[in-house]
């Protein structure tokens, strides 16, 4: 899948373990041969902020922290009834995803994976904690690797177990540099 933003922003090439993709503000896929033709709206939205996708999944971050996931269902007009809301969460900061598997962090530092259970009205009970650390500042996941940077540059990789209450044991800390400034992660076999 390609995806190109109106803004004319950013394209982005999707493809089955290609995981990372960031389109302001509107989203588009490409379907067909390229041609004049060969764009479908797949919504109209403004206020969104980040786009991920993963596998045949893809997912969408709104400014206000909801969290939705593409049904497949293009748009008609200026009317774009193909998404599913996952989470309604104002301290969402970001997404990511892998394996069709999505990941949130929000802006306390908290971990979150998508369990597959969507919202029902406000209710969004699909969150399942893996991290608590208020030094999170960064996420990045490539297949089943899901990977924290802290504000004090060190990186940590997640080993399981998720979050038991406030508990959140599950990471082991791979670097301590404090001049990492970003991180990014592929190829693992």
Same mark, same amino acid.
Request: charged share 15%.
């Given at each position: 899948?390609?995806? *190109?933003?109106?803004?004319?922003?950013?394209?982005? *090439?999707?493809?089955?373990?290609?995981?990372?993709?960031?389109? @302001?503000? @509107?989203? +588009?896929?490409?379907?067909?041969?390229?041609?004049?033709?060969?764009?479908?709206?797949?919504?109209?939205?403004?206020?969104?902020?980040?786009?991920?996708?993963?596998?045949? #999944?893809?997912? #969408?971050?709104? #400014?206000?922290?909801?969290? +939705?996931?593409?049904? !497949?269902?293009?748009?008609?007009?200026?009317?774009?009834? !193909?998404?599913?809301?996952?989470?309604?969460?104002?301290?969402?900061?970001?997404?990511?995803?892998?394996?069709?598997?999505?990941? #949130?962090?929000?802006?306390?530092?908290?971990? +979150?994976?998508?369990?597959?259970?969507?919202?029902?009205?406000?209710?969004?009970?699909?969150?399942?904690?893996?991290?608590?650390?208020?030094?999170?500042?960064?996420? /990045?996941? @490539?297949?089943?690797?899901?990977?924290?940077?802290?504000?004090?540059? /060190?990186? +940590?990789? @997640?080993?399981?177990?998720?979050?038991?209450?406030?508990?959140?044991?599950?990471?082991?800390?791979?670097?301590?540099?404090?001049?990492?400034?970003?991180? /990014?992660?592929?190829?693992?076999?």
């Amino acid at each position: 899948m390609l995806g *190109v933003c109106k803004s004319g922003g950013a394209v982005a *090439v999707q493809e089955p373990d290609f995981s990372f993709q960031r389109c @302001y503000p @509107y989203s +588009w896929a490409y379907e067909r041969l390229p041609d004049l033709f060969g764009w479908e709206r797949l919504d109209n939205n403004p206020n969104t902020r980040n786009i991920v996708g993963s596998g045949a #999944q893809l997912f #969408q971050l709104h #400014q206000d922290g909801k969290i +939705w996931r593409y049904t !497949g269902t293009p748009c008609s007009g200026d009317s774009c009834p !193909g998404w599913q809301m996952l989470d309604n969460n104002t301290r969402s900061k970001t997404i990511v995803a892998a394996r069709n598997q999505l990941f #949130q962090m929000h802006n306390d530092g908290r971990i +979150w994976r998508y369990t597959g259970t969507p919202c029902s009205g406000n209710s969004c009970p699909g969150w399942q904690m893996l991290g608590n650390n208020s030094k999170t500042q960064e996420i /990045a996941v @490539y297949g089943t690797h899901i990977y924290q940077r802290h504000n004090n540059g /060190a990186i +940590w990789r @997640y080993t399981g177990p998720e979050c038991s209450g406030n508990s959140c044991p599950g990471w082991r800390r791979l670097d301590n540099n404090p001049k990492t400034k970003h991180i /990014a992660v592929a190829g693992f076999n």
